[in-house]
């Protein structure tokens, strides 16, 4: 699954993209 730059902004919805 591709993360976009805006997971990056609020990764309060993806916990994983905090990580990266």
Known sequence: M???SC???QP???PSS???
């Open 2 to 4: 591709i993360i976009p």
């Open 12 to 14: 309060a919805n993806h």
């Open 18 to 20: 905090a990580v990266k």
């Open 7 to 9: 997971d990056i902004v």
